[in-house]
């Protein structure tokens, strides 16, 4: 039995994976701890568990493990005291807020012989799944250009607050679909020009970005990483891929498996997914890998990757020029 707790409730995406966690059977959550109190305790009574006051008490309880959900210029602090007590690490996305924390948190968890998890979970959907089968059994060949979308609303909050979030739109959207580029092709980029704005809240951080990529094997891709859905929209994103190859092209709509839900209670329409949950094979992954010891499918070294590419696109749009990797930080 992993014994896990959970470092902040601040995420959205934390209390999905408490679900997940909680319906493994080789596992346990122990413990909540969140700076938000309430918001603490709310989860602990949700998910069956114990608040803990502070992080501290919550990595002195006997835990073997942490889930890290805090707002992402949190995520480099949590980690380093994580790993000093000698817990290993499933760290939400994106990794960090630039290059030299992401690799200040690889280097602490490998001094501490802990492992550190990206939480990638869009590698674990059945559509990508499949995606990935039919790339490597050659069915559309050399692979040419990849086009990506990972377009969503606004979620404000902590989001929109940069020396919370980091950035924006493009830091929190562009992690996934660079990772899932990376693992498709297994080659990394090698140069990144970016268009970034603010042209729907019209405020200081950014809602709107498109990036152009440049692959070490000579792949080009697209990536639409842009808050560009209202907020009544039926539903919160998309993650998309089109996938040109030699012979043949792929389409993949992650999240297209939905209901059309018209709510008079709700006041809206909304689609409610009916498709595999890709965050239970993301949580099944990380507890399977610290039970047995063996390494964990998507490490730190993917989420710096991918953190490498959102800096490299934030100085592409300043610079109004391509950017080639790796970054000089």
């Known amino acids: 039995m992993v014994r896990i707790g959970m470092m902040s409730f601040a995420h959205m995406h934390a209390g999905s994976y408490a679900a997940c966690l909680n319906s493994l059977p080789n596992a346990q959550i122990v413990g909540i701890a969140d ?3 309430a918001r603490g305790r709310e989860m602990a009574s949700r998910f069956n568990t114990q608040y803990f006051p502070s992080y501290e008490a919550l990595l002195s309880a006997g835990i073997d493990a942490v889930v890290i959900c ?4 949190r995520h480099k602090d949590m980690t ?4 000093s007590a000698g817990k290993h690490v499933l760290c939400e996305k994106p990794l960090a807020t630039n290059v030299i924390d992401a690799m200040a948190m690889i280097s602490a968890c490998k001094k501490a012989g802990v492992q550190l998890m990206t939480a990638f979970p869009c590698r674990f959907h059945p559509a990508m799944q499949r995606v990935k089968a039919m790339v490597e059994s050659g069915k559309i060949g050399r692979i040419l250009a990849i086009r990506g979308t990972n377009r969503g609303r606004n979620p404000g909050g902590w989001f929109t607050q940069l020396e919370k979030s980091g950035g924006g739109a493009v830091m929190d959207h562009t992690v996934h679909v660079t990772d899932l580029m990376r693992w498709l092709t297994g080659a990394e980029v090698v140069q990144v020009y ?6 729907i809240n019209h405020a200081d951080f950014d809602d709107v970005g498109f990036l152009t990529l440049e692959l070490s094997d000579g792949t080009f891709g697209t990536l639409d990483s842009s808050w560009s859905r209202p907020k009544t929209y039926p539903f919160w994103g998309d993650v998309t891929l089109e996938i040109v190859g030699e012979d043949g092209v792929i389409s993949m709509d992650m999240f297209s498996q939905n209901l059309v839900l018209y709510s008079d209670t709700q006041g809206a329409i909304s689609w409610v997914n009916w498709g595999s949950n890709m965050d239970l094979g993301l949580t099944r992954a990380f507890v399977n890998a610290v039970e047995s010891g063996t390494p964990v499918p998507i490490t730190g070294e993917d989420g710096l990757k991918a953190v490498e590419v959102v800096q490299a696109a934030y100085r592409s749009a300043d610079r109004k020029e391509p950017v080639k990797l790796p ?3």
Do not use: K, Q, Y
């Open 194 to 199: 970016a268009e970034i704005d603010n042209l």
């Open 327 to 329: 970054l000089e930080v």
């Open 80 to 83: 380093l005291m994580a790993a």
């Open 70 to 73: 805090s707002e992402n210029a």
């Open 35 to 37: 700076d938000d109190e």
